[in-house]
């Protein structure tokens, strides 16, 4: 991913979309977090960070903190897709009767805005621009080479859980 990131900055793309909308069994997902902060501090490392922007299409995003945590590795935007496929499937069903599809995926976006407000707050961020690719979290478990390559900069409590670890995790469960 980074070298494909470099690559297509190279040839003059100034944005760049990191998706896991074409995974299958045989070709499984890396997980968006480690994606994002790969790419992100593959692209400082190489001084190339300012010229593209990041987006995240992801079907693994479910709550406020893993769009924060995103946005925390470099994501300048993030398109939940399965939650608003959940949202919209949901409207004009119990409780939501009076709602269009479109009025709730509204109502998920200014849940997300108000909850990020929240989250941003407590961590004294006042502005969106601040949170993204600040690495405000605390990595707990990851071998010191994983946070070193994805997530520098971040407090940790050090693990061995390496990259092939996590491979491994995710073939055995596709």
């Known amino acids: 991913l980074e070298q494909e990131a470099?690559?297509?900055i190279n040839e003059g793309f100034t944005l760049l979309i990191?998706?896991?909308?074409?995974a299958t069994i045989e070709q499984a997902p890396i997980p968006?977090?480690?994606?994002?902060?790969?790419?992100?501090?593959?692209?400082?490392k190489r001084g190339l960070r300012t010229h593209v922007s990041l987006i995240?299409?992801?079907?693994?995003?479910?709550?406020?903190?893993?769009?924060?945590?995103?946005?925390?590795y470099g994501a300048e935007a993030v398109v939940p897709t399965l939650a608003l496929a959940s949202v919209r499937a949901f409207a004009g069903e119990r409780r939501l009767e009076q709602l269009t599809q479109e009025q709730a995926a509204e109502h998920?976006?200014?849940?997300?805005?108000?909850?990020?407000?929240?989250?941003m707050a407590?961590?004294?961020?006042?502005?969106?621009h601040n949170i993204v690719g600040a690495g405000q979290f605390e990595i707990v478990g990851l071998a010191p080479q994983f946070?070193?390559?994805?997530?520098?900069?971040?407090?940790n409590q050090a693990g061995?859980?390496?990259?092939?670890?996590?491979?491994?995790?995710i073939i055995k469960h596709c």
């Open 18 to 22: 990191l998706s896991d909308q074409g």
């Open 160 to 169: 061995n859980v390496t990259f092939a670890h996590i491979a491994e995790r």
């Open 32 to 44: 968006m977090t480690i994606a994002v902060g790969a790419v992100h501090h593959g692209l400082i």
């Open 6 to 8: 470099v690559n297509a």
């Open 56 to 72: 995240c299409e992801t079907g693994t995003v479910c709550d406020i903190h893993q769009i924060a945590v995103l946005l925390g």
């Open 147 to 155: 946070v070193e390559r994805c997530f520098t900069g971040s407090a």
């Open 108 to 119: 998920y976006f200014h849940a997300v805005e108000d909850g990020l407000r929240k989250v």
């Open 122 to 128: 407590r961590m004294g961020i006042s502005t969106l």
